[in-house]
């Protein structure tokens, strides 16, 4: 509106009007309607000039809601790929947002979560090569023979079995061990040397606050007898500071296995021992 305009008698009178009409919420097409008067909106503008907006009139900022979810989001320790994902933004929306924010510390699950992801490659083709590097060990050893077997039955009676000492001499064949395999393999190599199943007692040995009578059953199938056979389990006493490892449902304690009147057969294996001792000696020499 020109100050020829601003100077016509009814530009005050318009000019009130048009103020009292904003004041009271209307909108600038409804004051042009109610003013009833030609206005362009240059001449609208300067009635109302210095006079804001109703705040109804004035369009909202769709962005506002979805940058308060975010900011509440962050402060939640929420990453920017997880805010982006759930709100459906531009990530470089969400930074600067959120900018302001402390950067929040990942949780030791979290942690724990990003460590396995990063190394879970690295462990498939790691468990990947040792399944094949055992394939082909198994395939090496062929057909255990029966001296293959002997050999390996008087080794392992030596390294795990009973022995007799110079203080304190007890010639008797006891074996103990906590692996079923290796319990297999010691009862096929007394088989092969004619022990009878009737000259060997059985007995559980494991910790007092597992699971006892699981562990004769697990033991009894493994070599095959009933439980009732085994004798007195003996029980060790539980120390609550020790950290133990072999705990849970795959532990069985170990397994005590006596050849009754076994003297003559302890001295036997004594020397099928120092004999595989002086053949290694010579091959050193």
Same mark, same amino acid.
């Given at each position: 509106?020109?100050?020829?305009? $601003?100077?016509?008698?009814?530009? #005050? &009178? !318009?000019?009130?009007?048009?103020?009292?009409?904003? $004041?009271?919420? !209307?909108?600038?097409?409804?004051?042009?309607?109610?003013?009833?008067? /030609?206005?362009?909106?240059?001449?609208?503008?300067?009635?109302?000039?210095?006079? /804001?907006?109703? *705040?109804?009139?004035?369009? /909202?900022? #769709?962005?506002?809601?979805?940058?308060?979810?975010?900011?509440?989001?962050?402060?939640?320790?929420?990453?920017?790929?997880?805010?982006?994902?759930?709100?459906?933004?531009?990530? &470089?929306?969400?930074?600067?947002?959120?900018?302001?924010?402390?950067?929040?510390?990942? &949780?030791?699950?979290?942690?724990?979560?990003? $460590?396995?992801?990063?190394?879970?490659?690295?462990?498939?083709?790691?468990?990947?090569?040792?399944?094949?590097?055992?394939?082909?060990?198994?395939?090496?050893?062929?057909?255990?023979?029966?001296?293959?077997?002997?050999?390996?039955?008087?080794?392992?009676?030596?390294? *795990?079995?009973?022995?007799?000492?110079?203080?304190?001499? $007890?010639?008797?064949?006891?074996?103990?061990?906590?692996?079923?395999?290796?319990?297999?393999?010691? !009862?096929?190599?007394?088989?092969?040397?004619?022990?009878?199943?009737?000259?060997?007692?059985?007995?559980?040995?494991?910790?007092?606050?597992?699971?006892?009578?699981?562990?004769?059953?697990?033991?009894?199938?493994?070599?095959?007898?009933? #439980?009732?056979?085994?004798?007195?389990?003996?029980?060790?006493?539980?120390? /609550?500071?020790?950290?133990?490892?072999?705990?849970?449902?795959?532990?069985?304690?170990?397994?005590?296995?006596?050849?009754?009147?076994?003297?003559? !057969?302890?001295?036997?294996?004594?020397?099928?021992?120092?004999?595989?001792?002086?053949?290694? *000696?010579?091959?050193?020499?």
């Amino acid at each position: 509106m020109s100050n020829t305009h $601003r100077a016509h008698p009814d530009y #005050a &009178s !318009l000019r009130s009007q048009a103020v009292a009409l904003r $004041r009271a919420g !209307l909108s600038r097409r409804q004051i042009r309607e109610r003013l009833g008067v /030609p206005l362009t909106d240059a001449a609208l503008t300067h009635l109302l000039e210095g006079e /804001p907006p109703p *705040e109804w009139t004035k369009r /909202p900022n #769709a962005k506002d809601d979805l940058r308060e979810k975010a900011r509440e989001l962050r402060r939640q320790g929420r990453a920017y790929d997880e805010i982006v994902a759930e709100l459906d933004v531009a990530k &470089s929306s969400v930074s600067l947002w959120v900018r302001d924010l402390p950067k929040p510390r990942k &949780s030791p699950e979290a942690m724990h979560q990003m $460590r396995e992801a990063r190394w879970a490659p690295y462990r498939e083709a790691r468990d990947r090569q040792i399944e094949q590097t055992k394939t082909e060990a198994i395939s090496q050893i062929g057909e255990l023979t029966e001296d293959r077997l002997f050999l390996t039955g008087v080794a392992l009676y030596w390294a *795990e079995g009973a022995k007799s000492k110079p203080y304190d001499r $007890r010639e008797s064949v006891n074996f103990v061990n906590s692996d079923p395999g290796v319990i297999q393999v010691f !009862l096929a190599w007394l088989r092969m040397l004619g022990v009878e199943r009737e000259r060997l007692t059985f007995r559980v040995m494991i910790h007092e606050s597992a699971d006892v009578e699981g562990a004769k059953r697990y033991w009894a199938d493994l070599v095959g007898v009933d #439980a009732a056979t085994f004798q007195k389990t003996t029980l060790k006493k539980h120390t /609550p500071k020790t950290n133990r490892k072999n705990v849970g449902e795959g532990y069985h304690g170990c397994l005590v296995i006596r050849v009754l009147q076994s003297a003559e !057969l302890y001295r036997r294996i004594e020397g099928w021992w120092y004999g595989i001792v002086l053949g290694a *000696e010579r091959r050193s020499t």
